[in-house]
């Protein structure tokens, strides 16, 4: 049987044309699609301007630097979270205070960020992980201005507000295997005007007189046009992947597994399905000799990178956490499949 993988874009003919009329422009390069696709995201997230990007990196980047966020200020991120955030706190210089996680939902915990907090804490990042929303609203009341990282939460709410709405800045994501894709790519929204036109002038180094330090991190007019393509299709992707998580919930629900679960007042999205069990390791095995593709959904916590922080829980999540396959294309039978190679290596 062919390998299924743990993760895979989904593209049809519609990006294909949407490139393919870019090209035949000739103007390929930042421009009308770019401004076209800032203004599509932000209207659909609810905030006043959106900036594109070269990457979720370069927008975290920029949205510390625009926070005026420098040498030996703090900003507490979570463990359980790719590096992307830890390279941001680094390239502006800044001190990155690792917190803990909450164990339910594997998004940062609203307590630990308080033991965080000191008289040099410039920003809080909040990544909404997995597709659930992080408990934002408390967050914000802490009084440190908030970084959204909605990388993995395009389309998720909390109450009736999209993720992404409720910090000061947000960041997303458009790399190959994101909510939706453009190759590489990134977005930062927000409603601070002031703080929106520093990145966008941050953005491009080129025909600027005043010798300000500036980067290269534009979006090209080819992948504005394939992200206008996939935010059309977003609502359609999103029920599907509720659709394959509700077959995971049914199909595994006798196993010795934690399963993803959701409160009423938050939206997931499932851009992942994470399951706990103390046999990850065995999961991962057993799933990859039957074609069956699964993975950590973390790399490596971020407390393991030599830096001082006691996170039991992302510890925990860590040596427990499986991520299995789930996206749009993702068929039933796959599922289906994927559930009883499970239920086999864990009975």
């Known amino acids: 049987m062919k390998e299924i993988p743990h993760s895979r874009p989904t593209i049809d003919d519609a990006e294909i044309a949407a490139v393919s009329a870019v090209l035949r422009s000739q103007n390929i390069a930042q421009g009308k699609q770019v401004a076209l696709f800032e203004e599509a995201l932000s209207r659909l997230i609810g905030v006043r301007e959106a900036v594109a990007t070269s990457s979720g990196t370069a927008s975290l980047h920029l949205a510390l630097f625009a ?9 507490v991120i979570p463990s359980f979270v790719c590096t992307a955030l830890l390279n941001a706190v680094r390239l502006v210089r800044a001190v990155p205070v690792i917190a803990d996680i909450n164990s339910n939902s594997f998004n940062i915990d609203v307590h630990d960020i308080r033991r965080c907090l000191t008289k040099r804490t410039k920003a809080v990042i ?25 990388a993995q939460s ?32 990134g977005m930062v929204v927000g409603s601070d005007s002031r703080l929106l036109a520093k990145i966008r002038d941050f953005r491009d180094y080129d025909e600027k007189s005043d010798w300000a330090l500036r980067y290269n991190y534009k979006l090209t007019d080819m992948q504005a046009a394939m992200g206008m393509t996939q935010l059309a299709k977003l609502p359609g992707m999103i029920r599907r992947r509720r659709e394959i998580a509700a077959l995971y919930d049914e199909n595994l629900r006798e196993c010795p597994v934690i399963l ?6 938050k939206e997931h999205i499932y851009f992942r399905y994470v399951l706990r069990t103390g046999k990850s390791r065995e999961v991962l095995d057993g799933c990859r000799q039957k074609g069956v593709s699964c993975r950590r959904p973390v790399f490596e916590p971020l407390h393991h990178c030599g830096i001082n922080a006691a ?26 499949m994927i559930s009883e190679t499970i239920r086999e290596i864990l009975s």
């Open 67 to 75: 926070l005026d966020v420098g040498e030996n200020d703090e900003v």
């Open 126 to 150: 909040v990544p909404h992980m997995f597709g659930m929303p992080a408990d934002i609203r408390e967050i914000v009341s802490l009084g440190v201005p908030v970084i959204e990282d909605c």
């Open 154 to 185: 395009l389309g998720s709410r909390s109450g009736q507000s999209y993720t992404g709405s409720f910090g000061v800045l947000s960041v997303f994501s458009f790399y190959a295997t994101k909510v939706i894709c453009t190759g590489e790519g």
């Open 260 to 265: 993803p679960t959701c409160p009423p007042e």
């Open 311 to 336: 996170c039991p829980e992302a510890e925990a999540a860590f040596r427990e956490s499986v991520s299995i396959p789930i996206y749009p294309s993702l068929g039933d039978t796959e599922a289906v």
